[in-house]
């Protein structure tokens, strides 16, 4: 493998932290933490305004657009900038899907909404009883019989759980059982829909990990077969798109790598009661060593996919490979920061209600809460550590299918 990073890629990566250091002030930062939105409107519509989410990303069919790697740089930036990103990595998940599957009418209707920054979407895939078990999903589009008018209508019923970002979006993607008596993943057909149908309903869930996500309510929905994406009976064919481009290069954050800065940087000044710093302890140089080792393993590993669809190669299971690596090792470094730090390493500057880190003199604190309480959440969305474990198992060792 050559690792010289390409230098049009690496033009890019310049251009992205220009792009952040104009453009990303504290207080957007400091407002997702709060609210738990990772999504910024001003943030995301200036971005979209250099193009990025119309360039797109090159392949699968699509002869112009940008370098996967270089998509993969752009998230790389954005997470190691602690960027509100989510909506963008939405938008241009649909953008992608829309313009391999979509209708003339999501083309010209949709696309420039996504491509100008004006709307994102939320995914809407997991429900209450399937989650790991997508291809289960309940949520019921019934074709109205004997409709008037040229255009079929669908009566759209269920429950979506976790669509995250969905109180900001204008559309969801929503995966939908149409033929109960097929197989499971024969009977599904994709919508996507725009937000302001009447009949749906969303309420807030606050995740331990400060995300706030959603349940959400579709309720009669009516719904013109304009909206649906893909063949009837077709969805699990969009779901696969979907999954390619959440897995392959825009999944894998390498969280272990802030953590480990904010972490040296902090245990370099901290004295402790016999007056030597945290970071002259040996035990302590050699924890931060092994998380700097596991950052260095995350970085590669996450690289893979994206080098591989640069190279007109379809990434497989080396997306499950980075998500399950860079997910379990940022728990083990925010375990281990979390242990060093003792009791400081508690304290919340976003939950303390005044009697937190915010009132000790280094009010940088409560990044190793935040880390401790996010880490476990990276194991479950995208795909649980098991579900991932499976995935490599089945389809790169070859070993007999888990169920
Ligand atoms: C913060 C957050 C944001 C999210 N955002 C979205 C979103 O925007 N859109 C969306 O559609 N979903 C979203 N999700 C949902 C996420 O994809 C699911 O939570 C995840 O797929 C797991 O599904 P589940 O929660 O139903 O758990 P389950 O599937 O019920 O799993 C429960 C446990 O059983 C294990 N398990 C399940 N099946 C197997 C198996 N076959 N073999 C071994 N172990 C197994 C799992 O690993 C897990 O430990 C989000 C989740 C979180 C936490």
Redesign the pocket.
């Known amino acids: 493998m050559d690792f010289a990073p390409k230098a049009s890629v690496e033009e890019f990566r310049a251009s992205i932290r220009r792009f952040i250091a104009d453009h990303l002030t504290a207080e957007m930062v400091e407002r997702a933490h709060r609210t738990g939105t990772f999504h910024d409107w001003e943030f995301h519509r200036a971005l979209a305004a250099t193009g990025i989410i119309a360039e797109g990303m090159a392949g699968a069919g699509r002869e112009s657009g940008r370098d996967p790697l270089e998509l993969y740089v752009l998230f790389d930036e954005m997470g190691l900038a602690g960027a509100p990103f989510y909506g963008l990595a939405n938008a241009m998940l649909v953008a992608g899907v829309i313009e391999q599957i979509g209708s003339d009418f999501h083309m010209s209707e949709v696309l420039p909404r996504f491509h100008s920054g004006e709307a994102i979407a939320?995914?809407?895939?997991?429900e209450p009883g399937?989650?790991?078990?997508?291809a289960a999903a309940a949520t019921r589009a019934e074709r109205i019989p004997g409709h008037p008018g040229d255009e079929q209508v669908w009566l759209v019923n269920g429950q979506?759980?976790?669509?995250?970002?969905v109180h900001e979006a204008g559309y969801v993607i929503l995966l939908t059982r149409t033929d109960p008596d097929l197989p499971k993943h024969r009977g599904l057909t994709m919508f996507l829909l725009p937000m302001d149908l009447p009949g749906i309903d969303f309420q807030a869930v606050d995740?331990m990990?400060g995300?706030r996500?959603n349940i959400t309510y579709f309720t009669d929905v009516r719904v013109p077969d304009r909206w649906r994406l893909g063949e009837v009976n077709g969805g699990w064919d969009v779901m696969k798109v979907a999954l390619a481009y959440e897995r392959g290069v825009f999944g894998n954050m390498n969280q272990g790598v802030t953590l480990l800065r904010r972490f040296a940087a902090w245990a370099g000044t901290a004295e402790r009661s016999d007056g030597t710093r945290l970071i002259d302890d040996p035990g302590v140089r050699r924890r931060l060593a092994r998380i700097a080792i596991d950052n260095e393993i995350t970085a590669l590993l996450a690289v893979r996919p994206a080098l591989l669809a640069s190279q007109g190669r379809l990434p497989t299971t080396e997306g499950s490979v980075a998500k399950l690596y860079a997910s379990e090792a940022y728990n083990r470094a925010a375990e281990a920061c979390q242990e060093m730090a003792g009791a400081v390493g508690l304290l919340s500057p976003l939950h303390g209600a005044g009697g937190g880190a915010a009132d000790l003199p280094d009010a940088d604190w409560g990044f190793v809460d935040l880390a401790a309480r996010d880490a476990p959440?990276t194991t479950?969305?995208?795909?649980?550590?098991?579900?991932q474990r499976?995935n490599i198992a089945e389809h790169r060792l070859g070993l007999p299918r888990?169920?």
């Open positions: 939320a995914l809407g895939y997991s399937s989650g790991s078990d997508v979506k759980m976790f669509t995250t970002l995740t990990g995300d996500t959440v479950i969305y995208g795909g649980t550590s098991e579900i499976n888990a169920r």
